[in-house]
């Protein structure tokens, strides 16, 4: 597979990082998404990105859109606020949690379909798998994270599609890959930091 994801220097990640923040800081205390300029051509490309949050190791949200059809910045601005208020496996966050929570994210390739299932690396592609109106998406990160090999992480993208763990063996199953540019805060955010 050809895939790449948009390559981001030190600089760019750290403004998406602030920005990140800084959205939630705003939405959170005010309802409304700030705005935001760029002068950088990366942050103003279309990328599909994903905006994960942690309390410690816990997961606190994660949302992402992965169609390459909006600017980067305004993506992760989006996926931020959806992480934050709209992942339905968890309470809302609330603005005084935010100094204990790390935010990650993941500036993800265009998705390419899957030929040969070989080709698929363990923590290097990320996968889609769909059949009919399922669809399921895990991050590259999330195989490496627990160890998986590729057939288990296959069963888990068909877990997540809502599909039976074996779906990924059946021709009708499509599965795409993607790469991600993964990068997060150093540690959360504590009250003497902010």
């Given at each position: 597979?050809?895939?790449?994801?948009?390559?981001?220097?030190?600089?760019?990640?750290?403004?998406?990082?602030?920005?990140?923040?800084?959205?939630?800081?705003?939405?959170?205390?005010?309802?409304?998404?700030?705005?935001?300029?760029?002068?950088?051509?990366?942050?103003?490309?279309?990328?599909g990105?994903?905006?994960?949050?942690?309390?410690?190791?816990?997961?606190?949200?994660?949302?992402?859109?992965?169609?390459p059809?909006?600017?980067?910045?305004?993506?992760?601005?989006?996926?931020?606020?959806?992480?934050?208020?709209?992942?339905?496996?968890?309470?809302?966050?609330?603005?005084?949690?935010?100094?204990?929570?790390?935010?990650?994210?993941?500036?993800?390739?265009?998705?390419?379909?899957?030929?040969?299932?070989?080709?698929?690396?363990?923590?290097?592609?990320?996968?889609?798998?769909?059949?009919?109106?399922?669809?399921?998406?895990?991050?590259?990160?999330?195989a490496?994270?627990?160890?998986?090999?590729?057939?288990?992480?296959?069963?888990?993208?068909?877990?997540?599609?809502?599909?039976?763990?074996?779906?990924?063996?059946?021709?009708?199953?499509?599965?795409?890959?993607?790469?991600?540019?993964?990068?997060s805060?150093?540690?959360?955010?504590?009250?003497?930091?902010?």
């Open positions: 597979m050809t895939l790449e994801a948009p390559l981001l220097d030190d600089s760019t990640k750290q403004e998406l990082l602030t920005l990140a923040r800084f959205t939630l800081e705003t939405y959170l205390s005010t309802r409304q998404r700030p705005d935001y300029a760029t002068g950088r051509p990366e942050l103003q490309s279309r990328a990105a994903f905006v994960t949050l942690r309390r410690g190791e816990e997961l606190r949200g994660c949302i992402g859109h992965v169609a059809d909006t600017l980067l910045y305004h993506t992760i601005q989006n996926c931020a606020i959806s992480a934050a208020v709209e992942d339905t496996r968890f309470a809302p966050v609330t603005y005084p949690e935010l100094p204990q929570l790390r935010i990650e994210i993941s500036v993800l390739s265009p998705l390419e379909r899957v030929q040969d299932l070989s080709g698929i690396t363990v923590g290097q592609y990320g996968l889609v798998v769909s059949r009919g109106h399922r669809r399921g998406l895990l991050l590259p990160q999330v490496t994270e627990n160890g998986w090999d590729r057939d288990t992480f296959l069963a888990y993208t068909c877990r997540k599609a809502g599909l039976l763990p074996d779906a990924w063996r059946d021709p009708q199953t499509i599965i795409e890959a993607f790469r991600a540019q993964v990068f805060e150093e540690k959360a955010r504590t009250q003497a930091d902010t």
